[in-house]
């Protein structure tokens, strides 16, 4: 199994910015897609900004140019860096890890509130 542990979320004030970081950890062949989703007050979850093994990144378009996901293969971790942040992205944001042990898994984070507000 996998488990994740999620950081960095917070309060900031509108335009600012919040690194969020995921670390996943537990027994695995390999880690294949990870991302970050968000569930607002009232919304369904949707997906915010995921990444390929190989790098390549894929982002909701209410956050294209101000969102930027990474990873680090060796260790095991995804960021997302969210600058000039608006309030309609206060949301409770997870970690999603597909993985592969016999078969292809997924597993959620526990969730990190954000909240952009002045």
């Known amino acids: 199994q996998v488990q994740l542990v999620e950081s960095g979320g917070g309060l900031v004030q509108p335009g600012g910015s919040l690194r969020l970081s995921c670390a996943a950890s537990g027994s695995f062949f390999t880690i294949n897609t990870m991302g970050w989703y968000r569930q607002g007050p009232g919304k369904e979850r949707e997906l915010v900004a995921a990444i390929t093994r190989g790098g390549t990144p894929n982002y909701a378009d209410s956050v294209k140019g101000r969102f930027t996901i990474s990873r680090d293969n060796a260790k095991n971790t995804a960021n997302l860096q969210m600058n000039s942040l608006k309030p309609e992205d206060t949301a409770v944001y997870y970690c999603?890890?597909?993985?592969?042990?016999?078969?292809?898994?997924?597993?959620w984070g526990q969730g990190t509130l954000v909240t952009v507000s002045s």
């Open positions: 999603n890890v597909q993985y592969y042990t016999l078969s292809r898994r997924e597993v």
